[in-house]
Nanobody, 130 residues
């Protein structure tokens, strides 16, 4: 069974950078299949938002709000997913979660419903002050 644990969240000033990590344990079998991995975020009182995705072919997608500032990547040998966040804004403040699912239907993009992901991490908090 896959388990995900995020890290790297912190409090930074606007314009700063952070790199989030998501380590997947028990994921050996997953990397031999087609999969879709994503970063979501949720701010208090707001719906969960897909931020970025990457699939087993390495194709990435981004929400319009983060395009050009965030970059998703993966290091398969280390079972780790990353989210590099640059030029952070106060509106990026949220709890960030990584998620993964076997990808056998639908699109692997930021419009994919969060409920379609099989496994979630507990999240890491990012706070950006003006």
């Amino acid at each position: 069974q896959v388990q995900l644990v995020e890290s790297g969240g912190d409090s930074v000033q606007a314009g700063g950078s952070l790199r989030l990590s998501c380590v997947a344990s028990g994921a050996g079998y997953l990397y031999r299949t087609s999969y879709c991995m994503a970063w979501f975020r949720q701010a208090p009182g707001k719906p969960r938002e897909g931020v970025a995705t990457i699939n087993s072919a390495g194709t990435t997608t981004y929400a319009n709000s983060v395009t050009g500032r965030f970059a998703i990547s993966q290091e398969i040998a280390a079972n780790t997913l990353y989210l590099q966040m640059n030029n952070l804004r106060s509106e990026d403040t949220a709890m960030y979660h990584c998620a993964v699912t076997r990808w056998d239907s639908g699109n692997c993009d930021t419009g994919r419903a969060w409920s379609s992901y099989a496994t979630w991490g507990p999240g890491t908090q990012v706070t950006v002050s003006p």
